[in-house]
């Protein structure tokens, strides 16, 4: 499975940006596929997850409220919608996907296969 995330770029506090992560190589409603973010020095941070085959979605609790994630099927790809951007939401963000994937394990980096690339988002105050 391969992953390529998108849609990052430069926008002001306040504002949106809607980042994609399109996978190849298998049907994203097999796996779970999740969001995380990393700023210089610090470990990757949890974002939000969609739960294998849509059955429900997760966030941190900093995210919450204002990031959605969602999925189009027919474009296998899997989207992290960012509202009310605020300059701690700077980052790099990655998406990763597991097919195995236990609740537990949901926020560890560690316990996911795929990864995406990253894109950067900066939001500027």
């Known amino acids: 499975v391969q992953l390529q995330a998108s849609g990052g770029g430069l926008v002001q506090a306040g504002g949106s940006l809607r980042l994609s992560c399109a996978a190849s190589?298998?049907?994203?409603?097999?796996?779970?596929t999740a969001w995380f973010r990393q700023t210089p020095g610090k470990e990757r941070e949890f974002v939000g997850a969609?739960?294998?085959?849509?059955?429900?979605?997760y966030y941190a609790d900093s995210v919450k409220g204002r990031f959605t994630i969602s999925r189009d099927s027919a474009k296998n790809t899997v989207y992290l919608q960012m509202n009310s951007l605020t300059p701690e939401d700077s980052a790099v963000y990655y998406c990763a996907g597991d097919p195995s994937l236990i609740l537990s394990s949901l926020r560890n980096p560690k316990d996911y296969d795929y990864w995406g690339q990253g894109t950067l988002v900066t939001v500027s105050s």
């Open positions: 190589g298998r049907a994203s409603g097999s796996y779970t």
């Open positions: 969609l739960w294998r085959s849509n059955i429900r979605t």
